[in-house]
């Protein structure tokens, strides 16, 4: 009886995990996600892009329905469009890896952007390639990332993170118009990073903090942006707090790193070209040398 009871219990557990998505993918695990309006060449060229043949990957279609579901209201229309376009493909990776993203003819949404938007809506650990065959904004790509996303893992993200994240890729976008996407990013980020202390503010409070952030920055903005960055602190407030800090802090270790790199690289470059020149230099002074004598 008891080995029976042991059995049922951890056959039990198991169907759980199971239900639960513990099961439901593996690292390495990816899929493309197709802009419903593109021809056959259009794909081609896409999937060159992408550097696989088409097939090898389980692949998903978006339509521009599925797009206006988180961007209607929130962007504008032209920018929408009426026409799946972009496309994506992600693949799954180790747990803390971060999230890697890259772009080919996006002309609006930044890496960044994408990356804080997804991590908000609760996606991480992956890499993520967004391209169109001609240049778009973009912003109908995190459509496909959240469906390709849900495919792979066979889970729902939450709804509200889903619309949040949504919501802060088109008011960082916006914003960036004005004053820099770099500028937008921290500045959101920064907003981000004191949610704990807004949510327990008026509204009147927490726009003067936001005029402090943007003073921070050395930049200027208007009334309809502070309206509209209240409007995204309120959402973000609605979600885990604790969580979208550390994740927060998780994307600004990644950028220094990533900032780290590249300073070292660039470093390396300098020593070796100062090296060169230098080595030019004596050459030169000695062949001046020879004939002047």
Partial sequence: ?????????????????TMSGA???????ARVAIGANLDSEQIAAVYSDF??????????TVTNENERQYLEGLVDDKKIGHKAISCVYITILDDSSGLNVSTK?????TEQMYKNALTTAGITDADVK??????VSGTAALTGIY???????GNSLSSLAKMVGAEELIVTGQLAEYIGSDEATALINELKGILDITETMSDADVKKEIKKLADQYNVQVTDEQIEQLLKLCRQLEKLDINQLKEKLVSITNTVEKAMTAKDKVAKTVTTITEKITGFLGSVSKFFAGLFNK
């Fill in 1 to 17: 009886m008891k080995c029976k009871r042991i059995i049922s219990i951890i056959m039990a557990a198991l169907c759980l995990l």
């Fill in 23 to 29: 099961f439901a993918y593996k690292v390495g695990e």
């Fill in 51 to 60: 550097g696989i043949e088409r097939g090898v990957i389980p692949e998903i």
């Fill in 105 to 109: 003819n996006i002309n609006w949404c």
């Fill in 130 to 135: 967004v391209t169109a065959p001609f240049e």
């Fill in 147 to 153: 469906k390709a996303y849900e495919d792979i893992t």
